[in-house]
């Protein structure tokens, strides 16, 4: 795994942690003993993810930055606590994605304009292959947070517009998210994508295989281009990654054995490690001091991790309508997310359940229902406030503007998915 500056350990830190920063300190570690003692500590959070938000919100109100206690410390770097913590009767303004994504409206519509550019088209089909499926309406998160994090931090710099560098990173974060997609599809044999049909199930397996590959390999040229080689390093770790969590993935299907660390560790290599290399890569691009580029990759870690934690809860709790695919498609392949592993805790049924890879009919419904009625999915919500609440205090380095603004929320708006 590549060398990157190993984040500041605290007693709370997590074998995540140190896979996530390439830190080789914990070699000797043991996995599972250790996910069994943090474990028992998982409930003991002060701070909750509402609150801080609150928080927030009420300073950017007072327009006092120097109120917060810990402001000034944590941009040096020597933080002396939480926030101050407030309990505000604050009424509950709905988030949505346009409106988070306001405050880059221009950047975005630029970035939609350049992608199929990018692309190439020196070959039709996988022209008309990354056509297909950059035009079903994806919502860009990942490019918008690129966005939102240089525009943040290029306040702290005296940077007045985006450099070059900005914008190529956030094209090739969608073609690398892009690329994975395509063959996730194939991998899961899905036949919709964002209310489309996928591109194998329109031009065949081989040629989504090559278009996705094809992405990949044009991504990486581009990040060549950056002669930047930390974050050359950086976001080659996600594709990496990326393979790293389908294998995790594949050899543990039906696993009732499997520890909640090891569910974190695949959705950190599905999930978090573009989104954290993504929001690191645009900090580095600005030229902010290390410290923040940190906090800004552990924001992207814990609003990814917290994001595929809540698209678990949802597997589970909305209608196949909703999803676009049939709710528990995920128990029924096998794969055992956050909502399962809590409730495998409380009901050894569902072990027998799992165990026997639904060979009765209707085992598998059974098996959802058990997951819901043995408070798996109330344990799940935890976790990702959990991760949201570390999200949130993360960004406490940035200085107060709509870009921070439009990152908190992009954490509240998360969550609201399972409100």
Known sequence: MMSVTCHNLDLGRTVLDLVACGCSSSASY?????????????SCRVYGVRKLVKTA???????????????????SGSAQGPPRVLDLKEPKRPVSLTNLFEVVADDLLTLNRNLQSVVGAENPVLMSAAEQIFGAGGKRMR?????LVSRATAELVGLKELTTEHRRLAEIIEMIHTASLI????????????????????YGTRVAVLAGDFMFAQSSWYLANLENLEVIKLISQVIKDFASGEIKQASSLFDCDLELEEYLIKSYYKTASLIAASTKGAAIFSGVERYICEKMYEYGKNLGLSFQVVDDILDFTQSAEQLGKPAGSDLAKGNLTAPVIFALEKDPKLREIIESEFSDTGSLQEAIELVKNCGGIEKAQELAKEKADLAIQNLQCLPQSSFRIALEDMVMFNLERID
């Open 30 to 42: 043991s996995l599972k003993n250790h996910a069994k003692v943090n474990s028992k500590g998982r």
């Open 57 to 75: 919100r009420w300073e950017r109100t007072r327009c006092q930055v120097s109120s917060m206690k810990t402001a000034e410390p944590l941009l």
């Open 143 to 147: 490019p918008a947070l690129v966005f």
């Open 183 to 202: 063959h996730d599809d194939v991998l899961d044999d899905s036949d919709m994508r964002r209310g489309k049909e996928t591109v194998h199930q329109l």
